[in-house]
Nanobody
Framework: QVQLVESGGGAVQPGGSLRLSCVAS????????MGWYRQAPGKQRELVAT???????NMADSVKDRFAISRDNAKNTVDLQMNSLAPEDTAVYYC??????????????WGQGTQVTVSS
């Protein structure tokens, strides 16, 4: 079992910045990928950014020039630096971890979510 705890959400004006953090704890084999997804009201959950344990990053085009993702494999943490925030970024942000226990098989774990609100 893996527990994910997020922090860093809040309210910010357009153009502002926030830094989200997530730490994974518990029993797992190998966390291959960690990252962030978000869900706005009335919308489906969508990818923001993920990073593998080897540093390969997958990031949505809408945030590539504004956000940055980083990971500390030893501490099992992942951070998301969000700059130039816009109202369209308003959503609940969820931390995700992909735990690989056999090659080709994995379990996905999710945090409780943290609210990010961008408004003036």
């Amino acid at each position: 079992q893996v527990q994910l705890v997020e922090s860093g959400g809040g309210a910010v004006q357009p153009g502002g910045s926030l830094r989200l953090s997530c730490v994974a704890s518990g029993t797992f084999f190998s966390i291959y990928s960690m990252g962030w997804y978000r869900q706005a009201p009335g919308k489906q959950r969508e990818l923001v950014a993920t990073i593998t344990n080897s540093g390969v990053i997958n990031m949505a085009d809408s945030v590539k020039d504004r956000f940055a993702i980083s990971r500390d494999n030893a501490k099992n943490t992942v951070d998301l630096q969000m700059n130039s925030l816009a109202p369209e970024d308003t959503a609940v942000y969820y931390c995700n971890a992909e735990d690989v226990y056999v090659s080709g098989s994995h379990n996905d774990y999710w945090g409780q979510g943290t609210q990010v609100t961008v408004s003036s």
